[in-house]
C-alpha cells in the first residue's frame, strides 16, 4: 500500500512566522506536488517536483517555495505566514512512468491557521 | 479562467439509484482525466480514469463516459449506496514534452440518502 504521511494534521501559527510543511512518501515515486484545498475552489496546484532538487511552479506559487533534498521527502514553506494562507495542505506522489503518473496518491492534509 | 468545470457543488441521490457527476472542459489539450474522492479530514483517493482515446472505462460500480466533442465527462455510480457520500473532484491532465498541468474542478459534494 502506498502511503502519504504528512507531519502535522493540525497547525496553529501566526502572521509572519516561517512555517514548514513536511511530507514523506514510502513509495519511491519520482513527482511529488503540494496543493492547497480551499472551499469553493477545489484543488489548486502550488508546486511540484517530478526528481530530487529539481521543483516546478504550480498554479498558485506566490508566498511558497518548496524543497526536495531527498527523493521521498517534499517540504512546503512558507516564507512569512500570512492570514491568506490559512488552509487546507495537502500532500500527493506518484510515479514517472506512463501510466502511472496520473495517478496521485495523497497524505491525509495538513489544516493550517494564520492568525 | 476555469479549465476545469464542476457546475454543480451538491447533489442528493437516493440509496440504490444512479449518481452522476458531471465535469467540463475547456482546454482540448487535455488528454487524461481522473476522478477523485474525498472524505472529510482525509486526502483524495483516486477513482477511476479515462484516457482521451476512449470514451468510456469501467470499473466495478464506477463508470466514467468522455464525450470529446462536448468536452464533456461523467461519473455514474451505480447502485449509490451511503458510503459513497463524499465529494468528488474531476481532474484533466495535459502532459506534453517538458511540461505537466493536472487542473481539479472545484468538486461535487454527493449525499446519497438510505
Known amino acids: 500500500d502506498v502511503k502519504v504521511t504528512q507531519s502535522s494534521r493540525y497547525l496553529v501559527k501566526r502572521t509572519g512566522e516561517k512555517v514548514f510543511l513536511e511530507c514523506v512518501q514510502d513509495?519511491?515515486?519520482?513527482?511529488m506536488f503540494w496543493y492547497r484545498q480551499d472551499p469553493g475552489l477545489g484543488l489548486r496546484l502550488i508546486y511540484f517536483?517530478?526528481?530530487?532538487?529539481?521543483?516546478e511552479k504550480g498554479d498558485i506559487p506566490e508566498g511558497y517555495s518548496v524543497s526536495r533534498e531527498k527523493k521521498e521527502r517534499f517540504s512546503l514553506i512558507l516564507e512569512s505566514a500570512s492570514t491568506n494562507q490559512t488552509s487546507m495542505y495537502l500532500c500527493?506522489?506518484?510515479?514517472?512512468?506512463?501510466?502511472?503518473?496520473?495517478?496521485?496518491?495523497f497524505g491525509p492534509g495538513t489544516r493550517l491557521l494564520v492568525l | 479562467d476555469q479549465q476545469v468545470k464542476q457546475n454543480s457543488p451538491s447533489l442528493s441521490v437516493q440509496e440504490g439509484r444512479i449518481s452522476i457527476l458531471n465535469c467540463d472542459y475547456t482546454?482540448?489539450?487535455?488528454?487524461?482525466f481522473l476522478w477523485y474522492k474525498k472524505y472529510p479530514a482525509e486526502g483524495p483517493t483516486f477513482l477511476i480514469s479515462?484516457?482521451?482515446?476512449?470514451d468510456k472505462n469501467e470499473d466495478g460500480r464506477f463508470t466514467v463516459f468522455l464525450n470529446k466533442s462536448a468536452k464533456h465527462l461523467s461519473l455514474h455510480i451505480v447502485p449509490s449506496q451511503p458510503g459513497d457520500s463524499a465529494v468528488y473532484f474531476c481532474?484533466?491532465?495535459?502532459?506534453?514534452?517538458?511540461?505537466?498541468?493536472?487542473?481539479f474542478g472545484k468538486g461535487t459534494k454527493l449525499s446519497v440518502i438510505p
Open positions: 479515462i484516457s482521451s482515446i476512449k
Open positions: 481532474a484533466a491532465l495535459y502532459s506534453g514534452a517538458g511540461s505537466y498541468q493536472l487542473t
Open positions: 500527493a506522489s506518484s510515479w514517472a512512468l506512463p501510466g502511472f503518473r496520473e495517478t496521485q496518491y
Open positions: 517536483s517530478y526528481d530530487v532538487k529539481m521543483k
Open positions: 482546454n482540448s489539450m487535455f488528454d487524461y
Open positions: 513509495m519511491d515515486h519520482e513527482n
